[in-house]
């Protein structure tokens, strides 16, 4: 079967294209080994791969003449093209092979594309991959140290880059793509001169693959896999969002139908009763299986066997890499679904499951499209990114890694990336972690034996394994094991080693995890973890190792067991090892020390963007502003698209009341991840600070402020006008509101802002305020309520109609609703609040409730202690109240009843009464400490006005 990628090359000969699985055959062939096999010329070239960049030139230059060494169509241009091509296509494969899936290579990579001279002598040899692995340095971040194979990249490298192949063969941009991605990944560090290459390889090839107005594009399945490639780049960069929406195309093309929902089942051995569990539902479209070329074996360890593991009629054995049982006294090894739940009738909320779903057995799904297998691989790796690692997430995605695992692969190294990702999910879970633990370390023992190569002068297979190796014909051919590998983006043999370090990290196996470290000397790594520990003396001593040479000479030649004693206190190695930025910038972490970050800055040339970055980070925490922004803004010159920076440097800008700067930091940030609460908030924050407008654009067309389906519309202008910035705050504050529910910090701001426009955004001030009630008043009560601003709205729906009707939607409804069910049940002891109630039930043609609500106001002061003794103000308050209820007394109670079953009589009858009974209470108790003064007088005044 023909992947995408080959389905471009069909315009060259198949003669070929079959060379792609016969790389003995295709380098050896006069043309690759006149480009291959003349080491005088490195002599003139400063590296390598400048030679071999140089010679592709001359084989592939408009005027080379024909010679008699070479055929007439090894003499034409186009066909070297596509012969080079091809080569250097193998030479990537043959990379990925011997480092990523296996089986070992068949051939010597250095004699296959380095000259027999240079493989003869191997002190040159050495120091030729020494040098081809510093080349691969970018912003200085250093590749692997021990990568093997090295050769086979670089020269993949030199051809895909050459301008007459870049521009004459179709598939070469997207083969130039994959290069620098494996580039990327070999580096410890995100290279943002990389990152910005691969972007722009993937803008054009989008061109390609869809097609424009001037192609058509491709199948779609090339399609596919395309949107699943460009997925797994997004998640390494940690664009989850994108790569999401890349995932859901994918599986609309590919007719893929798959869902995430509850079946009645038991998970526990002693578990009595059935409860719902996660499960995820798929089955591809119908004709899965190509009919030429892919295996139609099911991969898998048989834990299904008996189930319908078919697919177009097609079985096979059931082989492929371990998976692991259980081994639980609690767990079964899989969900026992009961027998009802397996009829669609008796799937809770079926109606939302496709006649495809729901007809499956949930105990007995059948075999996916390999493609559809790696959707849901992809989907579960963008959860985990995008959601916390907490036991939520991990519930979630376990599903989708179990489908493809239960429900077997076609795929070898699909089926190995479904254990992969399991193990990575079991990891965390009390009853599960020994079996994560134990298939990881599998994996490892697997890559090992099918990569290592002791006798290529790279890593050393482990001396043991935890099991054996498998048999070649339980194994699967390299063609099948590289079909899928740029989609699915597998790991590096010695990055998956360094997981599983980790995961020993995490168990507290620290020495488990040191041999593995410094076996493949990954001495960063190995500081790291000691530094985890506490022991940074050990740490410390590590990473000096790497850059500077001992104290005493004699030390450097006794080896590692001489490490506790030396402190490494000699000069620094000159030439710096490869990944000295990075070293400089751990020990800068260890020490404390800024000055260690300046040192890996210098070393990079000024290129590696964390030197800056871990100092923006030292002098923030300082609370020196002025350098943190400094050493931001540097940091961004080489890395524009790192989201922190920009935020980081967003926040020290605003200390700064560098407003417009920070505008534009903010800015950029929510153009990376619209979905930070905090940036939005942080964006309005500094809109509201800059003087003049602003050149800010903020889309309000997805931002719900009010949740009540009679919200009345607000209008918007487009104009521009001397409160845009505010407005625009008030968009930032509302996407942030949508975006974090639960911060009543971001309403209380939103409630603010929406108050200070003029007019006044009132839909937003009610919405906000009744937002920060619900998540506000559980902790404060009353006090959540912003009397002044909720003041400013009753006026408003008072002023703008002549009374109230409780049957027209609309803003006065919604009020008088929050009023009645949201606010009036939080007052306790605010005069202010019950007035406002009183004014608004006045309003609503409601006398005895207003008059009520006066009472109660009325209540709150005079309830309060001390104010009978302690100070005038709050005598003259008790006062104040006093009076405004026989006023009150005096103008509602001779009023009719409108409501209740009293409708129709007096409010209060004795309204006279009530009214002198208040003023001789209030006057009793003050007679002691406040007779004769100002308050004093007018309750008088007031109680003769009622006696006459």
């Not at 691969?198 to 779609?220: N, P, S, T």
């Not at 079964?332 to 079926?350: G, R």
Request: hydrophobic share 40%; charged share 25%; aromatic share 8%.
């Amino acid at each position: 079967m023909a992947d995408a990628f080959q389905k471009m090359l069909r315009d060259l000969p198949d003669e070929l294209t079959d060379l792609l699985t016969d790389h003995v055959s295709l380098f050896q062939l006069p043309l690759v080994r006149s480009l291959v096999g003349r080491p005088k010329d490195l002599a003139n070239f400063s590296s390598w791969n400048d030679c071999i960049f140089q010679r592709l030139g001359e084989l592939l230059g408009s005027r080379q003449e024909a010679t008699a060494e070479y055929t007439v169509q090894e003499n034409d241009a186009g066909y070297r093209r596509q012969l080079f091509f091809i080569a250097g296509y193998a030479a990537l494969l043959g990379f990925l092979q011997s480092n990523v899936t296996g089986p070992q290579l068949s051939y010597s990579s250095a004699n296959t594309v380095l000259p027999p001279e240079l493989v003869n002598d191997a002190q040159g040899l050495a120091s030729l991959r020494q040098a081809l692995l510093s080349s691969l340095t970018i912003d200085g971040v250093a590749a692997y140290r021990l990568t093997p194979y090295i050769e086979l990249l670089c020269f993949a490298d030199a051809v895909m880059t050459c301008p007459p192949i870049l521009k004459n063969i179709s598939a070469a941009r997207w083969a130039k793509m994959r290069v620098a991605f494996v580039h990327q990944r070999l580096l410890s560090e995100v290279s943002p001169t990389l990152q910005k290459v691969i972007y722009e390889d993937l803008r054009l090839l989008e061109l390609q693959v869809f097609g424009d107005d001037d192609f058509v594009g491709l199948d779609k399945q090339s399609q596919v896999e395309f949107l699943l490639e460009r997925a797994a780049i997004h998640t390494y960069y940690g664009f989850d969002k994108k790569a999401r929406i890349d995932l859901e195309k994918a599986k609309e093309i590919n007719d893929f139908d798959f869902a995430l929902t509850g079946i009645l089942g038991k998970r526990t051995k002693y578990q009595e009763n059935d409860i719902s569990q996660l499960v995820v539902l798929a089955k591809s479209a119908s004709g899965e299986q190509e009919s030429n070329g892919d295996t139609s074996e099911r991969h898998g360890n048989g834990s299904n066997t008996g189930t319908n593991n078919t697919l177009n009629g097609i079985t096979g054995p059931s082989s492929g890499p371990t998976n692991l049982d259980l081994n639980d006294d609690t767990l079964l090894e899989a969900i026992s679904f009961s027998e009802k739940s397996k009829s669609a009738t008796d799937i809770q909320d079926s109606s939302s499951l496709s006649a495809r779903l729901a007809t499956l057995d949930p105990g007995s799904q059948p075999l996916l499209h390999p493609l559809d297998s790696i959707i849901l691989l992809s989907l579960a790796s963008s959860i985990t990114n995008t959601n916390p690692a907490d036991g939520l997430t991990r519930e979630e995605t376990l599903p989708y890694a179990t489908r493809v695992l239960d429900g077997g692969s076609s795929n070898w190294q699909v089926y190995t990336q479904a254990l992969l990702v399991r193990s990575r999910i079991e990891g965390y879970k009390s009853r599960t972690i020994e079996r994560g633990l134990l298939q990881l370390q599998a994996l490892v023992d697997q890559v090992i034996a099918d990569t290592a190569s002791p006798s290529a002068g790279e890593i050393a297979p482990a001396t043991s394994t935890f099991l054996p190796k498998a048999k070649e014909s339980e194994s699967a051919p390299a063609p099948e094991r590289l079909r899928y590998i740029f989609q699915l983006a597998s790991p590096f043999r010695w990055d998956l080693e360094a997981e599983l370090a980790a995961r020993w990290v995490q168990l507290g196996g620290l020495r488990s995890a040191l041999d593995i470290y410094e076996r493949l000397e990954m001495w960063a790594e190995a500081a790291l973890c000691w530094a985890a520990t506490e022991r940074e003396d050990k740490a410390r001593r590590v990473v000096r190792r790497q850059l500077f040479h001992a104290t005493e000479k004699a030390s450097e030649t006794e080896g590692p067991a001489n490490d506790d004693e030396e402190n490494w206190e000699g000069p620094a190695r000159d030439p710096p090892p490869a990944d000295a930025p990075r070293l400089y910038c751990i020990l800068g972490d260890i020490d404390r020390d800024p000055d260690w970050y300046e040192t890996a800055w210098a070393v990079s040339n000024e290129r590696y963007a964390r030197a800056q970055r871990s100092l923006g980070r030292h002098w923030f925490a300082a609370k020196d502003m002025v350098k943190a922004a400094s050493a931001y803004s540097k940091s961004l010159k080489v890395n524009q698209l790192n989201y922190q920076s920009w935020f980081a440097l967003g926040c020290a800008l605003l200390e700064l009341a560098q407003f417009e700067r920070a505008v534009e930091a903010f800015s950029r940030c929510i153009m990376q991840d619209e979905s930070n609460a905090e940036a939005w908030s942080n964006l309005a924050a500094a809109l509201l600070k800059v003087e003049g407008v602003v050149g800010v654009t903020i889309d309000d067309s997805s931002v719900a402020v009010a949740d009540d389906e009679d919200t009345e519309g607000v209008a918007s202008s487009t104009a521009i006008d001397p409160q845009k910035n505010r407005k625009d705050a008030l968009m930032a504050l509302k996407r942030a509101a949508s975006l974090k529910y639960d911060s009543h910090r971001i309403w209380e701001n939103l409630l603010i802002i929406a108050a200070s426009l003029s007019p006044p955004d009132y839909t937003s001030i009610l919405s906000a305020q009744r937002h920060i009630i619900e998540l506000h008043s559980p902790s404060i009560g009353e006090k959540c309520i912003d009397v002044e601003i909720l003041d400013l709205l009753v006026r408003h729906i008072m002023l703008s109609s002549d009374g109230f009707d409780p049957s027209k939607p609309g803003l006065a409804r919604m009020v008088v609703e929050t009023v009645d069910k949201q606010i009036v049940p939080l007052i306790t002891a605010s005069r202010p609040l019950w007035q406002l109630v009183g004014r608004l039930a006045l309003w609503r043609n409601k006398p005895s409730a207003a008059l009520d609500a006066h009472e109660k106001a009325w209540r709150a002061v005079t309830t309060q202690p001390g104010w009978e003794t302690e100070s005038e103000s709050r005598w003259n308050e008790v006062v104040d109240a006093t009076i405004e209820l026989c006023d009150a007394y005096e103008s509602l109670g001779p009023r009719e009843r409108t409501e209740g079953l009293g409708a129709g009589q007096l409010v209060a009858k004795d309204w006279k009464f009530k009214a002198r009974s208040a003023i001789r209470g209030i006057m009793g108790k003050g007679k002691g400490s406040w007779e004769g003064t100002e308050g004093w007088v007018r309750l008088r005044d007031a109680l003769d006005q009622l006696k006459g």
